[in-house]
Nanobody, 122 residues
Framework: VQLQASGGGLVQTGGSLRLSCAVSEAIVRSQIMGWFRQAPAKEREFVAAVSWNGDSVYTDSVKGRFTIARYIGNRTVSLEMNSLKPEDTAVYYC?????????????????WGQGTQVTVSS
């Protein structure tokens, strides 16, 4: 399974970006798809995850601003990011976890994309 993330870029504070992640082969419906991010000199942190039936979970700092969704036979996942802040600046990674229940734990995710840079200027 390969994941290809895209959609990153440079945006001003308050702006919006939409990240997409394409999965190379069909994944079973029970797998969880998620987004993580890693800022310079910081640990990788959980951002959001979505289950096969559309249930989702977010880290507190992005609730109400970010929306995760999965599409088309579960082969893509997107992250709509609004009201962006400088502290959202990071490399964003999409990932797939062979789990049924939503999980925030990086070690639960088996497959990872290469990352896409998001930079929010103040």
């Amino acid at each position: 399974v390969q994941l290809q993330a895209s959609g990153g870029g440079l945006v001003q504070t308050g702006g919006s970006l939409r990240l997409s992640c394409a999965v190379s082969e069909a994944i079973v419906r029970s797998q969880i798809m998620g987004w993580f991010r890693q800022a310079p000199a910081k640990e990788r942190e959980f951002v959001a995850a979505v289950s096969w039936n559309g249930d989702s979970v977010y880290t507190d700092s992005v609730k109400g601003r970010f929306t995760i969704a999965r599409y088309i036979g579960n082969r893509t996942v997107s992250l709509e990011m609004n009201s962006l802040k400088p502290e959202d600046t990071a490399v964003y990674y999409c990932a797939v976890a062979p789990k049924i229940r939503l999980t925030r734990l990086a070690h639960d995710y088996r497959f990872w994309g290469q990352g896409t840079q998001v930079t929010v200027s103040s």
